[in-house]
C-alpha cells in the first residue's frame, strides 16, 4: 500500500505530520454538536474544528468574544461524542489565555479533562508565547493561528486580509517560526496573501492549514455552515459553497407547514 492510499483507522497530530511528510492535503471543517461531528466524521475529513464561531454561527453574537469557556466545553463534549475518527481541537476562547500563562494552561487542561478534546488552538503569536510554551509542556497539543485573528477584530477594526504590507508579513513569519520552534503540531493561516502562505508552508516542517490563504498550503479549513450554504449572511471570496441548504431547507419546512394546514401530514401509513 502506496502512502497516498494508506487508511488511518484514527487521526492524531502525528497523522497530520504524516500527510504533510507524503504530500497529502489536510482537510479540515468546524463542527459544534454531535451530529454534525458525526457526519464530518463518517465522511472522513481529518480534523474537526470546535471553533469560537460558534459564537456566530450558533450563538447569533457579532464577534467570536462572547463565547465563555463553559460553552466550548459544552460544545467540544457533543462534538466528542460524534467522533470515532477525525482528530478533533479545540478554540481556547478568548479571555482564556491572553491575561496569564496559568489561566491558559488551566483552561486548556479544562478542555482536554471535561470534553475528551484531543488538542486546543489559540490564536497569536509572540504575544502568547508564554501561555502557548505553558500549555505544550503541559502534554497537551496545541495548534497555532496567524494572519486574521478573529478575537483581536477590535484591534484591526476590520476582518480584511492581513500581512500585506512586509513588516507585518515578517512579523507573521517569525511568530510562525516560534510557534513551530516552541512545540505547534500545527499552524493556521487565515486571510493573507498566497505567495505569503506559500512560503511559510514551504519553510515550515509542520502542516500549515489554510483559511481564504490559497492553495499551496499543506490543508484548508472552512465553517461547515458555510460550505454547505446554511449561512449565506457571510460572503467572503474564499468561501465556495458545496450546497445550497439555507434554501432547501426553508423550502422543506414551507411544505411542512402547508401539510400540516392542508391535514396532508400525518397521513395514514404515518398514524398508529
Given at each position: 500500500?502506496?502512502?497516498?492510499?494508506?487508511?488511518?483507522?484514527?487521526?492524531?497530530?502525528?497523522?497530520?505530520?504524516?500527510?504533510?511528510?507524503?504530500?497529502?492535503?489536510?482537510?479540515?471543517?468546524?463542527?459544534?454538536d454531535y451530529t454534525f461531528a458525526k457526519l464530518?466524521?463518517?465522511?472522513?475529513?481529518?480534523?474537526?474544528?470546535?471553533?469560537?464561531?460558534?459564537?456566530?454561527?450558533?450563538?447569533?453574537?457579532?464577534?467570536?468574544?462572547?463565547?465563555?469557556?463553559?460553552?466550548?466545553?459544552?460544545?467540544?463534549?457533543?462534538?466528542?461524542?460524534g467522533v470515532k475518527r477525525s482528530l478533533v481541537?479545540?478554540?481556547?476562547?478568548?479571555?482564556?489565555?491572553?491575561?496569564?500563562?496559568?489561566?491558559?494552561?488551566?483552561?486548556?487542561?479544562?478542555?482536554?479533562?471535561?470534553?475528551?478534546?484531543?488538542?486546543?488552538?489559540?490564536?497569536?503569536?509572540?504575544?502568547?508565547?508564554?501561555?502557548?510554551?505553558?500549555?505544550?509542556?503541559?502534554?497537551?497539543?496545541?495548534?497555532?493561528?496567524?494572519?486574521?485573528?478573529?478575537?483581536?477584530?477590535?484591534?484591526?477594526?476590520?476582518?480584511?486580509?492581513?500581512?500585506?504590507?512586509?513588516?507585518?508579513?515578517?512579523?507573521?513569519?517569525?511568530?510562525?517560526?516560534?510557534?513551530?520552534?516552541?512545540?505547534?503540531?500545527?499552524?493556521?493561516?487565515?486571510?493573507?496573501?498566497?505567495?505569503?502562505?506559500?512560503?511559510?508552508?514551504?519553510?515550515?516542517?509542520?502542516?500549515?492549514?489554510?483559511?481564504?490563504?490559497?492553495?499551496?498550503?499543506?490543508?484548508?479549513?472552512?465553517?461547515?455552515?458555510?460550505?454547505?450554504?446554511?449561512?449565506?449572511?457571510?460572503?467572503?471570496?474564499?468561501?465556495?459553497?458545496?450546497?445550497?441548504?439555507?434554501?432547501?431547507?426553508?423550502?422543506?419546512?414551507?411544505?411542512?407547514?402547508?401539510?400540516?394546514?392542508?391535514?396532508?401530514?400525518?397521513?395514514?401509513?404515518?398514524?398508529?
Amino acid at each position: 500500500m502506496t502512502a497516498k492510499n494508506k487508511i488511518y483507522s484514527r487521526i492524531t497530530t502525528s497523522t497530520l505530520q504524516e500527510l504533510k511528510n507524503n504530500n497529502q492535503k489536510i482537510s479540515m471543517l468546524t463542527a459544534y454538536d454531535y451530529t454534525f461531528a458525526k457526519l464530518l466524521d463518517q465522511a472522513g475529513i481529518e480534523v474537526i474544528l470546535v471553533g469560537d464561531s460558534a459564537s456566530n454561527v450558533i450563538g447569533g453574537h457579532e464577534t467570536t468574544l462572547p463565547i465563555t469557556l463553559n460553552q466550548m466545553i459544552y460544545h467540544a463534549s457533543s462534538v466528542i461524542r460524534g467522533v470515532k475518527r477525525s482528530l478533533v481541537v479545540v478554540d481556547l476562547p478568548f479571555g482564556t489565555y491572553q491575561a496569564n500563562s496559568r489561566v491558559a494552561l488551566e483552561s486548556a487542561i479544562r478542555i482536554m479533562k471535561e470534553s475528551g478534546a484531543h488538542s486546543v488552538k489559540v490564536e497569536g503569536g509572540s504575544n502568547v508565547r508564554e501561555s502557548i510554551e505553558r500549555i505544550i509542556q503541559a502534554g497537551i497539543p496545541v495548534m497555532g493561528h496567524l494572519g486574521l485573528t478573529p478575537q483581536s477584530i477590535y484591534k484591526f477594526g476590520t476582518y480584511s486580509v492581513r500581512a500585506k504590507e512586509k513588516s507585518e508579513a515578517d512579523k507573521l513569519l517569525n511568530d510562525a517560526k516560534m510557534l513551530q520552534d516552541i512545540g505547534c503540531f500545527c499552524l493556521i493561516l487565515e486571510k493573507i496573501p498566497a505567495k505569503l502562505a506559500k512560503k511559510i508552508s514551504s519553510i515550515l516542517k509542520i502542516p500549515v492549514i489554510g483559511i481564504g490563504a490559497g492553495n499551496s498550503v499543506d490543508g484548508q479549513v472552512l465553517v461547515l455552515h458555510d460550505m454547505l450554504g446554511i449561512n449565506q449572511d457571510f460572503n467572503p471570496r474564499f468561501i465556495r459553497r458545496y450546497l445550497n441548504l439555507k434554501e432547501e431547507i426553508i423550502l422543506a419546512v414551507k411544505n411542512y407547514i402547508k401539510d400540516v394546514k392542508d391535514i396532508k401530514f400525518p397521513n395514514q401509513s404515518e398514524q398508529y
